[in-house]
């Protein structure tokens, strides 16, 4: 089947779904009123609270939403057959995700952009608070640790470029984003010079650090090799330093060019796929890949941000709230945000499944494969069709392993920022002052990732010393959406309060909770049987906390009790 057919419907069905059903929500269930101020107006500190054009937020969601994850799932969810990852991809954005993103959004904004943990407080109790944080805390470590273990690999010297999974190319373009957003948000916010006037400047500059980069790539520094682990220690000085800084500063504009990257390279799959005249070479039904877990509940576990992300709730509760000038913007920022994640990853899908062509049983003969291989994969198919439109192969390979390195370094940015914000919470939870405080929350947070990204332990097959933030990768799948489980559940039991409807939070947080408890059990007993005791107690742990967070919410809702502070406006 021609990838432009599909590529046509699943852009129609999106335009629908926001038409209809998401201006349906803002309408009936997340009733959005521009009469009342934003938290980013009323607790406005021009440092954290700095309301911003909806342009700026809507880059800055989109570009911390959309890190790796919508590009590797689909990637190695394929290995199932294009169809049932079509399926899910399109309906779980519409339905579960987009549902997910603007029920929290709009949770917070009308709490004085109070967390999504924050508010199970009012609605399940502290002790429900607390638990929720705990798993935030958890689930966005162990996510971000192994964000920075894959970009310290990708951007570390070695054999194949691009091909082979290192693109060193693409230190030079992304070190000079950071440095043109710097300079956009100081001429924005302190000489207030036009931001149309400085987009399309930053913009140019940036696409040709793109091509410099390919010309000069950066392997050394002041003639010491740059390694994966001197790349990783690097990474989290920056991450430190990036969370300290006010969002004017660096978040907000960066993750605004960041996001017109994007929309270029999506621009140029989309052309690409229309001129290109890509057939799809995927199967599409896999019942039984060789070694595969069972499709049920595993393809909607792997398929994680293209169609439903807990880490967004944390996002849209956490620093997005912060900037939205106006109630209204909730609708495009949280649910149109989601459906934009969901073409990216319709375009990640169709990347592999017809941009490999006759390469594709190749490069999937096995689960194992599918799954180390899904980043080289992507960069690989994806490069092949942007360069149907005229670019050189190799310098398209290269500006979307770019577009990929910038997208996980702006979601590790916002990853620590919300872990601060957590421990934070937790502070005030536990009223311990010293937690409380932003500074050493930061480096508590930036501390917790490199627990991940540095720590290692013996294989159990091997003996070999390997990362266990690259063990534990194929948790986060689970932890993530078992996340979005609990925030629906959360964002259900506020509806509830206000008398709104709730089935269309409470069944998506059903399904959910349904296919990653499934997951996790699954996974428990394959660890059991491996002997594997570290992922076995990681795994029991989430479990538990996730069984546990239900029950708190669940003698809330029997017992039909007012929430003690909310505000419902």
């Given amino acids: 089947?021609?990838?432009?057919?599909?590529?046509?419907?699943?852009?129609?069905?999106?335009?629908?779904?926001?038409?209809?059903?998401?201006?349906?929500?803002?309408?009936?269930?997340?009733?959005?009123?521009?009469s009342e101020p934003t938290p980013a107006h009323t607790m406005r500190d021009g440092r954290d609270f700095v309301p911003a054009p909806p342009l700026v937020v809507f880059g800055h969601h989109f570009a911390s939403i959309a890190g790796l994850g919508p590009l590797l799932g689909p990637a190695i969810a394929v290995i199932w057959g294009w169809v049932p990852a079509l399926l899910w991809i399109v309906l779980g954005s519409i339905f579960v995700g987009a549902v997910h993103d603007l029920g929290c959004l709009y949770s917070s904004m009308r709490n004085r952009a109070r967390s999504v943990a924050d508010l199970a407080y009012d609605v399940a109790g502290a002790r429900a608070r607390v638990l929720f944080l705990l798993?935030?805390?958890?689930?966005?470590?162990?996510?971000?640790?192994?964000?920075?273990?894959?970009?310290?690999?990708?951007?570390?010297?070695?054999?194949?470029?691009?091909?082979?999974?290192?693109?060193?190319?693409?230190?030079?373009?992304?070190?000079?984003?950071?440095?043109?957003?710097?300079?956009?948000?100081?001429?924005?916010?302190?000489?207030?010079?036009?931001?149309?006037?400085?987009?399309?400047?930053?913009?140019?500059?940036s696409l040709g650090f793109v091509w410099l980069g390919v010309q000069y790539p950066i392997t050394q520094l002041l003639g010491v090799p740059l390694t994966a682990t001197m790349w990783t220690y690097l990474l989290l000085s920056y991450t430190l330093v990036a969370t300290l800084l006010p969002v004017w500063l660096l978040l907000q504009p960066r993750d605004y060019l960041n996001s017109f990257q994007l929309f270029i390279g999506m621009g140029l799959l989309l052309l690409g796929t229309v001129v290109g005249g890509f057939t799809i070479t995927a199967p599409a039904v896999n019942w039984n890949p060789q070694g595969a877990p069972p499709m049920f509940p595993l393809l909607f576990?792997?398929?994680?941000?293209?169609?439903?992300?807990?880490?967004?709730?944390?996002?849209?509760?956490?620093?997005?709230?912060?900037?939205?000038?106006?109630?209204?913007?909730?609708?495009?920022?949280?649910?149109?945000?989601?459906?934009?994640?969901?073409?990216?990853?319709?375009?990640?899908?169709?990347?592999?499944?017809?941009?490999?062509?006759?390469?594709?049983?190749?490069?999937?003969?096995?689960?194992?494969?599918?799954?180390?291989?899904?980043?080289?994969?992507f960069v690989h198919g994806a490069g092949t069709v942007v360069s149907a439109v005229g670019v050189p192969v190799d310098i398209a390979k290269v500006f979307v392993a770019t577009v990929a390195v910038g997208f996980a370094l702006t979601t590790l940015d916002t990853g620590a920022r919300l872990i601060r914000y957590n421990l934070q919470e937790l502070g005030r939870a536990w009223r311990l002052a010293l937690l409380e405080n932003a500074s050493f929350a930061t480096l508590l947070a930036v501390g917790l990732i490199g627990f991940f990204a540095l720590l290692k332990a013996p294989d159990p097959l091997t003996g070999e010393l390997?990362?266990?933030?690259?063990?534990?990768?194929?948790?986060?799948?689970?932890?993530?959406?078992?996340?979005?489980?609990?925030?629906?559940?959360?964002?259900?039991?506020?509806?509830?309060?206000?008398?709104?409807?709730?089935?269309?939070?409470?069944?998506?947080?059903?399904?959910?909770?349904?296919?990653?408890?499934?997951?996790?059990?699954?996974?428990?007993?394959?660890?059991?049987?491996?002997?594997?005791?570290?992922?076995?107690?990681?795994?029991?742990?989430?479990?538990?906390?996730?069984?546990?967070?239900?029950?708190?919410?669940?003698?809330?809702?029997?017992?039909?009790?007012?929430?003690?502070?909310?505000?419902?406006?």
């Fill in 1 to 34: 089947m021609n990838a432009l057919f599909i590529l046509a419907g699943v852009a129609a069905l999106l335009l629908l779904a926001y038409r209809w059903y998401g201006r349906w929500l803002t309408r009936r269930v997340f009733i959005v009123d521009d």
């Fill in 466 to 569: 390997k990362s266990v933030g690259a063990l534990l990768w194929q948790l986060f799948g689970a932890s993530n959406q078992l996340l979005a489980a609990l925030a629906l559940l959360v964002v259900s039991l506020y509806l509830r309060s206000l008398g709104r409807p709730t089935l269309v939070t409470l069944l998506p947080m059903g399904f959910m909770l349904i296919a990653t408890l499934s997951a996790l059990t699954i996974g428990m007993r394959n660890f059991w049987a491996q002997g594997n005791w570290l992922l076995f107690g990681f795994s029991g742990l989430i479990f538990a906390l996730a069984v546990w967070l239900v029950g708190e919410a669940l003698i809330a809702w029997r017992r039909e009790r007012a929430p003690r502070e909310l505000v419902t406006r």
């Fill in 301 to 377: 576990i792997t398929i994680a941000c293209g169609a439903v992300s807990g880490f967004h709730s944390l996002v849209a509760s956490g620093t997005t709230v912060r900037q939205l000038d106006k109630p209204r913007h909730a609708l495009p920022v949280g649910y149109g945000g989601m459906l934009t994640e969901g073409l990216l990853a319709t375009l990640a899908l169709l990347a592999v499944a017809a941009g490999l062509g006759a390469e594709w049983s190749a490069r999937y003969p096995n689960w194992l494969t599918a799954g180390k291989s899904a980043l080289t994969n």
């Fill in 135 to 205: 798993f935030g805390v958890f689930a966005i470590a162990l996510a971000m640790g192994v964000f920075v273990i894959n970009i310290a690999n990708l951007f570390a010297p070695g054999a194949g470029g691009a091909e082979g999974g290192h693109v060193p190319e693409a230190v030079l373009p992304s070190v000079a984003l950071i440095g043109l957003a710097l300079l956009v948000g100081v001429l924005f916010y302190r000489y207030r010079v036009s931001l149309t006037k400085l987009t399309l400047p930053a913009l140019l500059l």
